[in-house]
T-cell receptor, first 112, second 113 residues
């Protein structure tokens, strides 16, 4: 059973702080990794994708990938109350093209 | 550019009934995936369609089925509904079947009584 593990949270950080969200996965063949954000009552939206080891930065968001450790993380700098949402880590199922395995998500709360 | 459209948004059914959900992908997107989201299990993959063919299938019973039409619109059907089928059913479209960059619709909230 291929799994994607995330701390469910809630993770609470003060406004302006760095929020660090972590994810581990079991499928060593996976090559593509994604972070989706889901606001309460809304559908998930893609915020970051990462395919190579190392860091990828996009504005206040940085995704980090370590395939040897089977670990993906998302850093949110200068956290804002509008970042309060559930963050879903998704990993490509190495056995079937394009199919994603989602973690259950980490709920982030940014306090003003 | 219109997003992914799912209908109906909300529906209530009773055990034993069947339900059909519809999804219209973003124009130009040929791949449509369906996911079930519940508080306990999170997002779980149901199936993916590309060019009217089912390309991948998740670990769900045969009561769950789907299809895709030539205009890329997709439907999923659940027969003999069970209480545990109550969930948010999300459709996602993408340009191709090999990308995990999905665009989700707002979902169809199914309640089974």
């Amino acid at each position: 059973q291929k799994e994607v593990e995330q701390n469910s949270g809630p993770l609470s950080v003060p406004e302006g702080a760095i929020a660090s969200l972590n994810c581990t996965y079991s499928d060593r063949v996976s090559q593509s990794f994604f972070w989706y954000r889901q606001y309460s009552g809304k559908s998930p939206e893609l915020i970051m994708s990462i395919y190579s080891n190392g860091d990828k930065e996009d504005g206040r968001f940085t995704a980090q990938l370590n395939k040897a450790s089977q670990y993906v993380s998302l850093l949110i700098r200068d956290s804002q109350p509008s970042d309060s949402a559930t963050y879903l880590c998704a990993v490509e199922d190495g056995g079937s093209q394009g199919n994603l395995i989602f973690g259950k998500g980490t709920k982030l709360s940014v306090k003003p | 550019k219109a997003g992914v459209t799912q209908t109906p948004r909300y529906l209530i059914k009773t055990r034993g009934q069947q339900v059909t959900l519809s999804c219209s992908p973003i124009s130009g997107h040929r791949s449509v995936s369906w996911y079930q989201q519940t508080p306990g299990q999170g997002l779980q993959f149901l199936f993916e369609y590309f060019s009217e063919t089912q390309r991948n299938k998740g670990n769900f019973p045969g009561r769950f089925s789907g299809r895709q039409f030539s205009n890329s619109r997709s439907e999923m059907n659940v027969s003999t509904l069970e209480l545990g089928d109550s969930a948010l059913y999300l459709c996602a479209s993408s340009l191709s079947m090999t990308t995990g960059e999905l665009f989700f619709g707002e979902g169809s909230r199914l309640t089974v009584l």
